[in-house]
């Protein structure tokens, strides 16, 4: 007869006895094993005790477990006692400990609130990310507001004197790394002073703007205009001949005396055309356009000169 249990000696009683308890017990040896390594692991647990009183827990199960097959055949009684009180004790401070976390526990979001949370970091993020971008091409926008704003001659709205200076200072770096033609033209409006001290300054300005809009729309995209300095001009013709930039002169010439004063007379320009050479620089360029001019002026206005 085993000792304690009335089994009849039926195998199939006995067999679920010992089998039973076998596997519980195993499966309770193993899971404190899972929580030991889980708080080892997971170092941003802020609940180690817990896992580990639940170790603890399910360890004496196990062994009470086991303690119930080997009493089956030896009455280790007194022992058996021992683990099931253990048991009981920390079982109750497992307990007690779970309620004492309870407040903590039930602060931790569900994953509903999670997802919700997620949602709203994401849709913040993206405002966030629109609001950059938004912020960035403002920046953009302004920057070259900015820049044409201190490139651009306000009067006449083509390009101011630094501005078409660097313009031909490019064009000169250019001509250097690989040589090709390059041209000036430097226009001087006739009699400019006489309009203005005739007329006034109001109405040598829409002259100003009046010639600014036909130099600018007889020249090509890749050409550049800018206001030299008063009624003065200079154009850069990027591989343009002295032939095909004293034909362009021409025809910038008839279009300004399209052009009227206030008392109907035509306004005409005097033009000098100077060509780049690799000796030259930027300086000489230009002082070769304006004496060019000079010499229009001196053999009567209106007209173009291409050589000295």
Not at 56 to 73: D, K, L, Q
Not at 130 to 149: I, P, Y
């Amino acid at each position: 007869m085993p000792h304690g249990y009335c089994f009849l000696w039926r195998k199939d009683l006995l067999s679920m006895m010992v089998v039973g308890n076998f596997l519980t017990a195993v499966s309770y040896a193993l899971i404190p094993f899972s929580l030991v390594y889980i708080v080892r692991k997971r170092k941003d647990l802020k609940f180690d005790s817990i896992f580990l009183l639940f170790a603890a827990f399910i360890a004496f199960c196990g062994i009470t477990h086991f303690m119930e097959i080997v009493n089956i055949w030896q009455g280790y009684y007194f022992l058996q006692d021992v683990m099931q009180l253990t048991t009981g004790l920390v079982s109750a401070l497992t307990a007690w400990t779970l309620w004492q976390l309870m407040p903590k526990i039930l602060t931790i979001p569900s994953r509903e609130a999670l997802n919700a949370q997620n949602e709203q970091l994401n849709k913040a993020h993206a405002e966030l990310e629109s609001a950059n971008r938004d912020l960035e091409q403002k920046v953009k926008d302004r920057t070259e507001s900015l820049q044409k704003l201190a490139n651009t001659d306000p009067l006449t709205q083509i390009k101011n004197r630094r501005a078409i200076m660097d313009t031909l200072a490019y064009e000169i770096h250019k001509f250097q790394r690989q040589p090709r033609c390059l041209t000036v033209l430097m226009l001087d409006i006739d009699h400019f002073k006489l309009v203005n001290d005739t007329y006034g300054h109001l109405e040598g300005d829409i002259i100003l703007s009046k010639v600014a809009t036909v130099v600018s729309g007889s020249c090509r995209q890749s050409d550049s205009v800018g206001r030299y300095g008063g009624e003065e001009f200079l154009v850069v013709l990027p591989d343009t001949s002295i032939d095909d930039a004293t034909d362009l002169a021409e025809r910038i010439r008839l279009a300004v005396m399209t052009c009227s004063k206030k008392d109907g007379e035509a306004i005409t320009c005097s033009i000098g055309v100077a060509g780049f050479y690799e000796e030259q620089g930027i300086l000489q360029l230009i002082k070769v356009a304006d004496d060019r001019v000079y010499k229009a002026k001196n053999q009567g206005r209106n007209q173009v000169v291409f050589e000295s």
